[in-house]
């Protein structure tokens, strides 16, 4: 099916909220996430999951005019029944499906075909739901993330996790001598930047799962807008702040960005200059013009 798809803007924070928690989600919709993660996989039991569709939906249509923040909702992966049962949340016009445990884009394009119905069906304007995949959660998917581009309008983003990837590979632990992710876990992160990049999407950092630690949340999410990523996962209200001023520019930042850009702008013509003693060329300007990009947005 021919559409276009729905503008989205994109998003520095992502908050996590189990699906079947009226109390969670009301937090939530207090807080200053750009976007949330209504569940119905991981964070809710198999007895609850009904309960938490009902909410979710009733959630969404609750707030189907002008969203303050994008909702969006992961699903239980395709291959269960579960996910089937978990569209009837596409009545309420989620702006985002996050699918887990995918293998491939053949996935997303599978869920891309029922959605082209269900928005039908629903009333919901063709192409509105996007689709996010957490790219990195079976053995099968660290083979296939430069499948994503031109997979699908409906292609949000690209996440990863370090979760269910170790629990597919056998392993007893994500972490490795020094602390921080073992390099199977490194590598999961790298082809998720790289295959989101590659397929002209926004790259979703991971969460920080140790809530409590503000620290280490701020110097990691730093280090991963260093790399690339644009955005982050929450689980914790706490945590949604630190996350949107790490992924926003600094006032420094933003100095240089429009310097770099001046200095281009004053000498048409050219493909190198020097600044402050330093060589800029090509990448240096589309590296301000990202920074400034990134300020634009709210
Ligand atoms: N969304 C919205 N509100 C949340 C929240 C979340 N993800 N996590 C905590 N809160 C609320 C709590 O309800 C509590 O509010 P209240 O005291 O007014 O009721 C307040 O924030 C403080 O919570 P706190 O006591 O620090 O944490 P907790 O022990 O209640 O919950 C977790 C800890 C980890 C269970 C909770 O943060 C959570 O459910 N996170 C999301 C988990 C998830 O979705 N995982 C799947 C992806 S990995
Ligand atoms: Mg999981």
């Known amino acids: 099916m021919n559409f276009t798809p729905t503008p989205r803007s994109p998003v520095r924070s992502i908050l996590f909220v189990p699906g079947d928690s009226e109390r969670k989600l009301q937090k939530a919709a207090e807080s200053n996430a750009d976007a949330l993660i209504l569940d119905l996989e991981d964070s809710v039991t198999a007895s609850r999951t009904q309960v938490a569709r009902e909410l979710v939906l009733d959630y969404l249509k609750s707030q189907k005019e002008a969203r303050r923040q994008q909702l969006w909702v992961r699903i239980n992966p395709l291959s269960t029944p579960a996910a089937l049962l978990d569209l009837m949340i596409v009545a309420g016009a989620p702006d985002v499906l996050m699918l887990p445990k995918v293998d491939s884009s053949a996935d997303v394009v599978r869920l891309s075909h029922m959605l082209d119905a269900l928005e039908v069906r629903e009333g919901v304007q063709a192409g509105h739901i996007g689709i996010l995949p957490v790219a990195t959660e079976t053995a099968a998917s660290l083979f296939t993330l430069g499948t ?16 269910d990837i170790a629990a597919a590979l056998g392993a007893s632990t994500n972490k490795g001598p020094d602390g ?7 590598l999961a992160c790298s082809l998720c930047l790289a295959g989101a990049c590659a397929a002209g999407v926004q790259p979703i950092d991971t969460i920080w ?22 955005g982050r996962m929450a689980i914790h209200p706490a945590q949604v702040d630190v996350i949107n001023a790490a992924y926003s520019p600094s006032e420094e930042e933003l100095v240089w960005a429009r310097r ?3 200095v281009f702008d004053a000498n ?7 600044l402050d003693g330093k060589m800029l060329d090509m990448p240096h300007l589309k590296q301000a013009r990202r920074v400034l990009a990134m300020a634009q947005r709210d």
């Open 209 to 230: 799962a140790d809530f409590k630690d503000e620290a280490g949340l701020l110097a990691s999410s730093r280090l991963g807008r260093q790399r690339g990523f644009t």
């Open 148 to 163: 994503y581009a031109g997979c699908s309008p409906r292609l949000a983003g690209l996440t990863w996790g370090a979760e």
């Open 260 to 262: 770099v850009v001046e």
């Open 180 to 186: 921080g992710y073992d390099h199977v876990f490194q």
């Open 268 to 274: 048409p013509g050219l493909g190198t200059v020097g």
